[in-house]
């Protein structure tokens, strides 16, 4: 079941590609490809929860010698997770995209990302995650592009430079790794690594892969690519990479940091800390700034990403819970408030705080929309958001991380401010044209549907923490205990 998430996008892609001058049908697939994914992933969440981590060997050839595709309780929460919010945005995007984006490749490129990501959550070796992370970039760059405005040539560009730059450090990366270790096999190289005389070698090689990933995951100081570029496609492409293309980076971080280079964890956790801190605070006071709704929220991927690398660097067992569950949380969050933000421009034409106002008095439902998830990512009870930032926390305090602990909390007032300051000037305040006092543009319900969803699923996160958490530490314990990846993956062979 584990290489269906890889081959329905790639099927479904293919076969939209038929369909190019009929719109409607090309919807329909869409809606259908990730209705279907969506389901086989809930199976297998299932089934690795009662059963444990699944293997499969590509062509029967035994690890480490072929390609291994692995799911453990980890993958599978990314793979259910990221398919829903697929699910979810293959309905917005019928009316969230326009005909140009449509007639040009919308559909079968949301496709071979998905493709992508999936790829990236089960592979066992590091050559095919490096296969999949090129599949998702050359994917998410023609969407960035397409439609082919100026800011988005613009942001495109700055995208792919930094992306390419991250995929060669990637690709020198597994060179050094293979010259070092002889397999690329990651359940291999777990234990060869450990066998490897010079531990200098290995700390550089790992130092490596943390620039890399970091750059993909816009971490401090490789982010600056990601404010410049994320706001400048459709708000529904938006949605998708703040969704999946980031989380993917900070997924292979936390993989690799647990699995391959967790005996060097005072030198490179360090690192990992304090670009943390780095990241959380640079990423509010660049949110705060902001009057664009977009780029305001662009910031604050970076600065939620901080507090998931948080908790990679306490490397607690509860912290990695807590970076699990932070995850979940800011996928279904963050993806509420960009969709959201669409549906307020669709009503007022503009993403600028200080043209827009008055959507309270006239909106109150969509203004909930935005409510609901923005308190959830300020970190107010009983929203998940507060219960990610409180598992952090009590992870830092017994990691007597005093600091990082302060500047979390620092940043979560902070991010409060900046939430209150959007709602203010959209929501709140009068609007400056009186015109959209009486203003009458309606929302189609193929957005209205899927945001309602995402926000409700966004509140039962939180009310339901304690048991989703207790998962998160189920799949930080596996994540903690390589031994039983290595076993599942190698099986005789060790």
Request: charged fraction near 10%; charge should be positive.
């Amino acid at each position: 079941m584990i290489i269906y998430p890889i081959l329905i996008p790639l099927l479904f892609a293919i076969i939209i590609v038929f369909f190019w001058e009929n719109q409607r049908v090309k919807r329909a697939l869409s809606i259908i490809s990730t209705g279907l994914l969506m389901v086989v992933n809930i199976n297998i969440f299932l089934l690795v929860y009662r059963e444990g981590i699944q293997v499969v060997q590509v062509g029967d050839w035994p690890a480490p010698f072929g390609i291994s595709l692995v799911v453990d309780l980890f993958s599978a929460i990314m793979l259910l997770t990221t398919s829903i919010v697929a699910f979810l945005l293959a309905i917005y995007s019928v009316s969230g995209i326009d005909l140009a984006r449509r007639k040009y490749g919308y559909f079968p490129l949301f496709q071979f990302l998905l493709m992508g990501v999936n790829g990236s959550l089960v592979t066992g070796d590091l050559f095919n995650l490096y296969v999949w992370f090129e599949v998702m970039l050359m994917s998410s760059f023609v969407l960035i592009a397409l439609g082919g405005e100026r800011t988005q040539i613009e942001g495109a560009v700055k995208y792919v430079i930094l992306n390419l730059l991250a995929s060669t450090l990637f690709l020198s990366a597994i060179g050094l790794t293979y010259n070092l270790a002889g397999t690329l096999n990651m359940a291999d190289l777990a234990l060869r690594l450990q066998a490897v005389q010079s531990s200098g070698q290995v700390t550089v090689i790992a130092v490596l892969f943390l620039v890399a990933f970091g750059i993909k995951s816009a971490i401090f100081p490789l982010f600056f690519w990601l404010p410049a570029s994320y706001h400048t496609p459709p708000v529904t492409v938006t949605a998708l990479f703040s969704a999946l293309l980031t989380k993917v980076g900070m997924y292979t971080l936390i993989r690799f940091f647990t699995l391959l280079f967790p005996f060097e964890s005072e030198y490179t956790h360090t690192i990992i800390l304090i670009s943390a801190g780095f990241t959380m605070l640079t990423g509010v006071l660049g949110a705060a700034s902001q009057t664009d709704i977009r780029r305001l929220l662009s910031f604050h991927i970076i600065s939620q990403i901080g507090y998931i690398f948080m908790g990679l660097g306490l490397f607690t067992e509860y912290a990695i819970a807590a970076s699990i569950y932070f995850l979940v949380h800011i996928i279904l969050a963050k993806t509420a408030l960009f969709l959201s933000a669409g549906m307020v421009e669709s009503i007022q034409g503009s993403f600028d705080l200080k043209k827009l106002g008055g959507l309270y008095k006239n909106r109150v439902g969509l203004s909930m929309l935005f409510l609901l998830p923005a308190l959830s990512v300020a970190g107010l009870p009983p929203f998940s958001g507060f219960f990610a930032k409180l598992g952090l926390i009590i992870a830092g305090l017994e990691s007597k991380q005093y600091f990082i602990i302060g500047l979390a909390l620092v940043v979560s007032l902070m991010t409060l401010f900046s939430m209150t300051k959007v709602w203010n000037e959209a929501y709140w305040k009068p609007p400056k044209d009186p015109k959209y006092l009486d203003q009458h543009n309606q929302v189609s319900v193929w957005r209205w549907v899927p945001v309602i969803i995402i926000v409700v699923l966004s509140v039962l996160l939180g009310l339901l923490a304690n048991p989703i958490f207790e998962v998160c530490q189920m799949a930080a314990a596996q994540l903690m205990d390589p031994t039983q990846y290595i076993r599942a993956v190698l099986g005789a062979v060790r």
